[in-house]
């Protein structure tokens, strides 16, 4: 997959400033959708300011699987899942290869694609890939920033996923963020 201006790896560590989860709390954002021994879906992970949350909300019992294309993000991610006892849960996949998405057909239960698909060149791919992923009505959360994407952009993202077989749900309220529940067909 070809990608247009990526997060810089070092920008990971910005994403991560606890002063986020003012308008961003990951546990407040996914509460709703995830439960404990579910396989879930970090796509565009970074070093994982949501995957962490996530792994806890799974328990030991659950799955976070997190797609990254850079090594540099995935290997924070591992670093700072270590460090709070969570790698038995937590599978940092680097996207090099088919194969990757390929072990998750549809199996996953729930994906979170946050602040990610504007810097992807290939939407139609990407909705395509993590349709592959879910189980049928598994939910996907889907979130782009308001600074950097037009709701106008937003609103043909959507009609690509549409086209890959999501639907959608509902509007979510999220700080800084145009955000909507997609549900798989
Ligand atoms: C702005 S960051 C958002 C990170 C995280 N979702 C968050 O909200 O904290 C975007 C991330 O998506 C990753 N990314 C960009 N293109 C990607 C692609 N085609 N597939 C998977 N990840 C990608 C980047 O490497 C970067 O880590």
Redesign the pocket.
Known sequence: ?S?KS??P?W??YL?LIPLRKLS?NPVKILKPYIKEGMTVI??????G??SLPMAKMVGSTGKVYC????EK?LQQLSARAEKAGLTENIKPML?TAEENTETLKSTADFA?L???AH??ENQDE?FARLAGMLKPKAQLLFAE?KGHVSLKAFKLSIQKAVKCGFTQKETLEIGKSFAVLLEKE
């Open positions: 997959m990608n990526v997060c790896w920008m990971g994403l961003q970090d796509y565009g992970c970074a070093m300011y949501f797609f990254d294309i850079q993000m996207i979170l946050f602040a990610v810097e992807v990407l920033p």
